[in-house]
Every structure is written in structure tokens, then in C-alpha cells.
């Protein structure tokens, strides 16, 4: 069985600063890995994913996310936060060739300080 | 390209009612998927159709089927409606199983009085 575990309900940073959003993850087989970005009444665009190529995996609008099987974990990181990234951010997990679909974490919501 | 279209995007039901809901892919994709998500939650899967097969079921009662077309669009069919049902359905399509990221429609949102 596949499960995410969103460390952060709400992640609250300023403008220009770095953000971090947590996310651990539990999977009996190889996992692919990926964040997901939600802005209000929308649905969902996916920012990044990790399908056991490169441990650090580059996505859209400067998003990067590290996959470290040691500590389960894959945490997503930008430099400096745009007044744009506020929105909802879900990190999912896949089990390569499962039946069971995305599993999603509980999401984090991103709040920018201006 | 068009990505993945859903309708209607807002729908009002009252309890014991059924709906049916629609999803089409971007074109070339053969997997589609379903999720419900309640406000506040994040998505929960409910099915994954491929080449027009069931390929994966969530954790959800009977009420809940769906079906996918010889052209890969799907529908979404929920019986007896609950106050618990409403939420926010998403579709997803991918060009084939479901571990390849998935593009999801905006949804349609699913208001049960």
C-alpha cells in the first residue's frame, strides 16, 4: 500500500523568500513521485514528477523537488516566492504498473507575504 | 491543443437523485481517471478506465460506476445520491497507465441539498 504524509497544513513565507513544502512518503514497490499545484476553483497542474531517473527533479516556474529514498522523503523547494505561487500544493504518490491511482497527500496551502 | 474537458463544471442535486457526469481526454490519451475531492481533502481515486477496461478501482460504494467510449471519452454515473457526495469530480488522462503523470480537467463541482 501507497501513502503521503504532508508534514505542513499551511506554509506561510514572504515574497522573494525561499519555500519549502514537506512531503513523506510510503510505497512497497518503486514509487514515482510528484507535486501538484492547485490554484482556487481550478484543477490540478502537475509541477514535477520523479520516475527514478535524477534524485533532483526540476519542474515549472522555478519549482525543484529532492528524492531521498534514505529518508522517504521528497520536499519541494523554490529560491525566491512569487505573489503567483499562493494556491494548494499536493505531493502524490504512484506505484509503477499499481491499480490503485494517485494517492494524495492532504496538500499544503501556500500562503505569500507581500 | 485542448486538454482535458469536463462537464457541466457546476451541477445541483438533492438527495436520491443520480448524475452523470463527462470527461474527454487530450487526444491521444487512452487512460482515464477519476477522483473525488471533498473541500478541503486532497483528490481521492475512484476508477481508472484504460482501452476501455476497468483497470483500477478506489475504495468507493456501488453507487459509484463509470464507463469509457470507443473514442476514450468517459462518463462518471453515482446513484442515490448522499449529502456526502457533493464535491469536487476530477477527470485525469494519460496516454496509458496510470504511474505516468496525469492531466486533470477543472472539474466539475457536485452540490447534493
Known amino acids: 500500500a501507497q501513502s503521503v504524509t504532508q508534514l505542513d497544513s499551511h506554509v506561510s513565507v514572504s515574497e522573494g523568500t525561499p519555500v519549502l513544502l514537506r512531503c513523506n512518503y510510503s510505497?512497497?514497490?518503486?514509487?514515482?513521485l510528484f507535486w501538484y499545484v492547485q490554484h482556487p476553483n481550478k484543477g490540478l497542474q502537475l509541477l514535477l514528477k520523479?520516475?527514478?531517473?535524477?534524485?533532483l527533479v526540476k519542474g515549472i516556474n522555478g519549482f525543484e523537488a529532492e528524492f531521498k529514498k534514505s529518508e522517504t522523503s521528497f520536499h519541494l523547494t523554490k529560491p525566491s516566492a512569487h505573489m503567483s505561487d499562493a494556491a494548494e500544493y499536493f505531493c502524490?504518490?504512484?506505484?509503477?504498473?499499481?491499480?490503485?491511482?494517485?494517492?494524495f497527500g492532504k496538500g499544503t496551502h501556500l500562503i505569500i507575504q507581500p | 491543443d485542448a486538454g482535458v474537458t469536463q462537464s457541466p463544471t457546476h451541477l445541483i442535486k438533492t438527495r436520491g437523485q443520480h448524475v452523470t457526469l463527462r470527461c474527454s481526454p487530450i487526444?491521444?490519451?487512452?487512460?482515464v481517471s477519476w477522483y473525488q475531492q471533498v473541500l478541503g481533502q486532497g483528490p481521492q481515486f475512484i476508477f481508472q478506465y484504460y482501452e476501455k477496461e476497468e483497470r483500477g478501482r478506489g475504495n468507493f460504494p456501488d453507487r459509484f460506476s463509470a464507463r469509457q467510449f470507443p473514442n476514450y471519452s468517459s462518463e462518471l454515473n453515482v446513484n442515490a445520491l448522499l449529502l456526502g457526495d457533493s464535491a469536487l469530480y476530477l477527470c485525469?488522462?494519460?496516454?496509458?497507465?496510470?504511474?505516468?503523470?496525469?492531466?486533470f480537467g477543472d472539474g466539475t463541482r457536485l452540490s447534493i441539498l
Open positions: 520523479y520516475t527514478s531517473a535524477a534524485t
Open positions: 510505497s512497497s514497490y518503486s514509487p514515482s
Open positions: 487526444s491521444g490519451h487512452k487512460s
Open positions: 502524490v504518490v504512484s506505484e509503477v504498473g499499481g491499480a490503485d491511482g494517485l494517492t
Open positions: 485525469a488522462s494519460s496516454l496509458d497507465s496510470a504511474h505516468q503523470p496525469q492531466h
